[in-house]
């Protein structure tokens, strides 16, 4: 059986405002075992950005628990606190580099800190830049990288410390999607070479399917569902997970008030032509409203949002095709597959 690195325990997180007490998170439970890559996503507002600071106490939880490594933080004092934060590294979206030192010295800065002699400082700082693939720009100044090695260096100054944990808040916002999926599977590289636990806060599936292995949404606060990657893209339970998964389908809004049914495919079957072959069997067509296959984690995934026939039987008779091939036939209305994504806070 796994460890658990992370329990979060009855979580609760409220700010008082001008307009009153804003409640950011509500009752949020959850465990992250040790060495896995652990994605939390929701639209705008959804209270990510809270959660993933309360695991490191930068924002003190209203009330509830946050156990790492077996150890209550709001119970520890400061002293004792700051040593359990040093295990956990941090990344941003905007990269927090100090403009005025080299690359090199942005990486050597923790290990300066932790009392390490600046010429031993820059010596592990080198090969944490080779670690990320930066070595070459070790002596660069943070103004002259792109935006993808910004990111890089950030990555490696948080290495430098050894952390157990990384923190991932919005790391890719910032980036194009090329190097969006660079810096990702530089993470994954990162999580299977050092066996470090990493937290993805995100609002993109995107980045959920390409790395993580489970996931927890978020809705006004609340954890409205979790499991693993593949779990909720195959069959997401709840309204919110559905509006995540079919986001950026916003045409599904046009469709009629004629039967819609989602089907999902896995592994072999994601290349196998179900559709044509029903459509051959029933002689009726079926209007293909979504459509969408991808890779998650290493497999094949897909989905399909159809329209079925106005004729009952007919309709019926396909989607017990569905049930027979495995493929997870699900009824749903435009209002629980439409979603308007943005950015989180």
Known sequence: MSEKIIEIKKLNKSFTTEKGEVVALSDVSLAIEKKD????????????????????????????EVIVNGKELNSLSDRLLRAERRRIGMIFQHFNLLMQRSVIDNVAFPLEIAGKKKKEARKKALEYLEAVGLSEKANAYPAQ????????????????????????DEATSALDPQTTKSILALLKEINEKYGITIVVITHEMSVIQEICRHVAVLEHGRLVESGTTEELFRAPKTAEAKRLVFSGSEHILEMTSERVVRVSFHGVSAYEPTLGNIILETKTPINILYA??????????????????????????????????????????????????????
Do not use: H, W
């Open 37 to 64: 890559i652990y994605g939390i996503i929701g639209l705008s507002g959804a209270g990510k950005s809270t959660l993933v600071r309360c695991m490191n106490l930068l924002e003190r939880p209203t009330s509830g």
């Open 145 to 168: 990288l792109s935006g993808g090695q910004k990111q890089r260096v950030a990555i490696a100054r948080v290495l430098a410390s050894k952390p157990e944990i990384l923190l991932c």
């Open 292 to 345: 969408n296959t991808s890779t998650v984690n290493g497999n094949a995934e897909g989905e399909m949002l159809l329209q079925l026939p106005s004729d009952e039987e007919k309709a019926d008779r396909i989607i017990d095709y569905f049930k027979e091939k495995g493929l997870n036939p699900e009824e749903v209305s435009a209002d629980a597959v439409t979603a308007g994504n943005s950015d989180d806070n």
